[in-house]
């Protein structure tokens, strides 16, 4: 054996610690409209958002009194999946409700 393949007998090799960085979060925005229903949107977001009773009316309210209200956070790919499947939803029940992404 050489010298320098005794100097690293016994050694460990470890790769360097990686950075992950976390993923980017989406707000899931729902915009109100002049047809869809105040109960449906309590639907959705009861279904789609797993929202209890009491905080699925209030984000309801804040759509109606305010133009819009935030259902979650989410990363991209969970957020975009919601959109559609709010979108899906509303269309099966004739609705426009219309949802979409914010980065936060």
């Given at each position: ?27 899931v925005i729902l915009h109100n409209d002049d047809y ?69």
């Open positions: 054996m050489s010298r320098s393949q005794k100097e690293f007998e016994g050694s460990v090799l470890t790769d360097k610690k990686q950075e992950v960085d976390e993923p980017s979060l989406y707000k869809t229903t105040m109960d449906f949107v309590v639907l959705v977001l009861e279904v789609i958002f797993h929202k209890n009773s009491l905080e699925a009316n209030r984000i309801m309210l804040n759509v109606h009194q305010q133009g819009v209200g935030m259902a979650g956070v989410y990363p991209r790919d969970v957020a975009e999946t919601k959109v559609i499947m709010v979108h899906e939803l509303a269309r099966q029940q004739e609705f426009p409700l219309k949802c979409s992404i914010e980065k936060v």
